[in-house]
């Protein structure tokens, strides 16, 4: 073999090591950035809600919208306290979570409950905090309940509330129980002391699925806020989401509308099952609402 085709194979075999190195470290680079570095990331996400509907006294009301701690998975006390720093740095009116502050993989002791429920005590709204149970919540209700209450948090188990903001028309924020868990009650949580009146309402639900649940039955809340869905952790460029949880594989998106209710679903904060996350980082929705 002559001198030439020599130096030509050596050319190749550099060339090749180099490729393959690239993609080596083009893997190892992929699986830190999905276990280590997006779960990492907080991102809040702003948007205004129009409504025709809404109480001209709560132009520019602001809601943060945040769910699917799982606390334990990705999101122990250090990450806990930076997203109740960010909340706070919003300014909201009103405060709701939506579920999954604990991890059905996880047990938990005296001392996590302890540290979740100190943290979460400093989370500021400027009228109330509104809270409903997640599927995973179920394993530790009464915990959960207690700890939310404890952060001042009203848990939403089937039930409604009235608030004001500027003026003497109040808006109505409505919750339900986890339907994975066969806890929904629609009935039980539109039931009301005051039948004859038709507020603004806003429905608190962990699942996304209990937009067809309201269809079904004719109730048309204004707007429901859900999570649950983790936007099916890792995003696929031109394909759609993965890992999609039990019960949500036709809710993938963030905003849904049909018969004069609007759908808003949080990708969620943690994760479920694997500690990964693509395309997807972790967020916090602040609303602004308005009536035109």
């Not at 280590?36 to 996400?45: A, G, H, R, S, Y």
């Not at 009464?142 to 009235?162: G, P, R, W």
């Not at 990708?267 to 395309?279: A, D, V």
Request: charged share 20%; net charge negative; proline share 3%.
């Amino acid at each position: 073999m002559d001198e030439s085709n020599i130096n030509t194979q050596s050319k190749i075999k550099k060339v090749l090591k180099t490729v393959l190195l690239f993609f080596l470290l083009l893997i190892i680079f992929f699986f830190v950035y999905i276990f280590w570095i997006e779960p990492k990331i907080l991102v809040v996400k702003e948007e205004a809600i129009v409504d025709k509907k809404l109480p001209v006294e709560f132009n520019g009301f602001k809601i943060v919208h945040f769910s699917d701690i799982h606390y334990g998975k990705t999101i122990n006390d250090k990450e806990l306290k930076r997203i109740v720093k960010k909340i706070n740095e919003l300014k909201p009116d009103v405060i709701v979570y939506t579920g999954d502050l604990f991890d059905d993989s996880i047990n938990y002791t005296d001392q996590n409950f302890d540290s979740i429920q100190n943290i979460l005590s400093d989370l500021q709204a400027s009228i109330h905090k509104y809270a409903v149970c997640g599927n995973s919540d179920y394993i530790n209700k009464d915990k959960y309940i207690e700890i939310m209450q404890h952060a001042s948090f009203t848990v939403l188990d089937n039930s409604n509330e009235l608030i004001y903001y500027k003026g003497n028309t109040p808006i109505q924020f409505i919750g339900t129980s986890s339907i994975l868990e066969q806890e929904c009650d629609i009935t039980k949580a539109i039931q009301t002391n005051e039948n004859d009146t038709e507020y603004f309402k806003i429905w608190l639900s962990h699942e996304p699925v209990l937009f067809d649940t309201l269809l079904e039955n004719n109730i048309r809340p204004n707007i429901i806020f859900a999570g649950h869905t983790l936007n099916g952790l890792i995003n696929i460029p031109f394909y759609g989401y993965l890992l999609n949880q039990e019960g949500i594989n036709k809710y993938q998106k963030h905003y849904y509308h049909k018969k004069q209710i609007s759908m808003y679903i949080t990708n969620g904060l943690g994760t479920y099952k694997y500690p990964i996350r693509f395309l997807n980082p972790p967020s916090i929705s602040l609303y602004r609402l308005y009536n035109e």
